[in-house]
Nanobody, 123 residues
Framework: QVQLVESGGGLVQTGGSLRLSCAFFGRDFSVYDMAWFRQAPGQLREFVSYIRWKEAETEYTDSVKGRFTISRDNTKNSMYLQMNNLKPEDTAVYYC????????????????WGQGTQVTVSA
């Protein structure tokens, strides 16, 4: 059984940076595809980025391209999201997710989810 624990959220001013972490427990992290999703107040949860275990292929939603960088460290069973040049519209609860299949932009593909970490960007 996979367990995911996010950390690193907080309050930051516009233009600031945060680094989110997702710790993975329970299975062989190195063969799981991983992703970040986010849910803003009153909004549906949306895809942010994914990283595949094979060749670390990545994908981003358009609104974060050039500002966010997803990465993973298989030696630490962890995934990261470096967020730079943050904007108020990035305010959301950020969730990490894991799949034993192929990562996609669709939530239904992911069988394991963390509890989320709050990111708040002030104007």
């Amino acid at each position: 059984q996979v367990q995911l624990v996010e950390s690193g959220g907080g309050l930051v001013q516009t233009g600031g940076s945060l680094r989110l972490s997702c710790a993975f427990f329970g299975r062989d992290f190195s063969v799981y595809d991983m992703a970040w999703f986010r849910q803003a107040p009153g909004q549906l949860r949306e895809f942010v980025s994914y990283i595949r275990w094979k060749e670390a292929e990545t994908e981003y939603t358009d609104s974060v391209k050039g500002r966010f960088t997803i990465s993973r460290d298989n030696t630490k069973n962890s995934m990261y999201l470096q967020m730079n040049n943050l904007k108020p519209e990035d305010t959301a609860v950020y969730y990490c997710a894991a799949t034993g299949g192929a990562a996609t932009r669709f939530q239904m593909n992911y069988g394991s989810w963390g509890q989320g970490t709050q990111v708040t960007v002030s104007a």
